[in-house]
């Protein structure tokens, strides 16, 4: 409850908590929202501007633009999510590994984190994207794969001041494992910093589907913000001034990020206490 408190005065996470909320209710329940079938194409409706029908006009096909970008938020929520559990998960698990065992065990995974830090991601999404498929669980598990170093780093960091505290030593004359100690006394005390860094890292993983689908690497299958995008550059829409085709995609993805910037920002006032009193 304490925390509740903390966030719920906190006047921009909570409007970032508020988007989110929102957008998580358009992608449960597109159909409750969209006046249209995005998949429903009418060649009588090609490049309407908006209107009372089409609240934000139609594509080259006469599909509903204002319907796209509300069943397009379901992907990119799950791929945001998706990706970032996966490299929330890879990466704890190296942070902690590296973080507490010295000598050659940490030496080894901090080298193989350095390596993932110092490749250039987008460039290497595309190439595993195009290599393996374009399907949205490959574009997830990838993107996934390719941000868990920089949890790891602030995992390591915490563990191994986690890991000279008094109540570890107590735990190791006890005979406590590992594992036991790990698990249940150092785990828990990074997991809140982590947590803010995923909710950080969920924007980022949106870019990243958003730019993979912009440049005809997204799965063609599924509707999402960066298929929208990619479909109004392919198709004439700048000749003809559809702005309405370009703009709500954008706007989606913009608003987003910030939102999730937003609550990882008060997130991070929250579990640091100098940042509050700043």
Not at 197 to 211: C, D, H, K, M, R
Request: proline share 5%; net charge positive; glycine share 8%.
């Amino acid at each position: 409850m304490e925390f509740w408190k903390l966030f719920r005065s906190n006047t921009k996470g909570m409007i970032g908590l508020i988007i989110i909320l929102i957008e998580v209710f358009f992608a449960c329940f597109p159909s409750l929202i969209a006046p249209h079938d995005p998949h429903k194409m009418s060649y009588l409706a090609i490049f309407l501007s908006p209107s009372k029908k089409y609240p934000l006009g139609t594509d080259e096909v006469g599909r509903d633009i204002f319907s796209l970008v509300i069943f397009g938020t379901r992907i990119s929520l799950i791929v945001g999510f998706a990706a970032v559990g996966i490299s929330t998960t890879v990466g704890t698990i190296i942070g902690l590994l590296s973080g507490y065992y010295k000598g050659i065990i940490s030496k080894i995974l901090m080298r193989i984190t350095d390596l993932f830090l110092a490749i250039p991601r987008l460039p290497l999404i595309l190439v595993l994207v195009a290599l393996i498929g374009q399907s949205i669980w490959n574009i997830i598990i990838v993107i996934g794969l390719l941000l868990w170093a920089q949890v790891a780093r602030i995992v390591r960091s915490q563990t191994l001041s986690i890991r000279e505290r008094p109540f570890i030593e107590r735990g190791k004359a006890f005979g406590y494992s590992d594992f036991r100690i790990i698990n249940f006394h150092i785990l828990p005390n990074v997991l809140p910093l982590t947590f803010a860094n995923a909710i950080l890292l969920i924007g980022s993983a949106i870019y990243y589907e958003v730019t993979v689908s912009f440049l005809g690497l997204g799965d063609p299958t599924h509707i999402s913000w960066g298929m929208i995008l990619h479909y109004a550059f392919e198709s004439p829409a700048i000749l003809y001034g559809a702005y309405w085709y370009i703009v709500p995609p954008g706007v989606a993805i913009v608003i987003t990020v910030l939102a999730f910037t937003l609550i990882g920002n008060a997130l991070d006032e929250i579990f640091n206490p100098r940042l509050r009193e700043s």
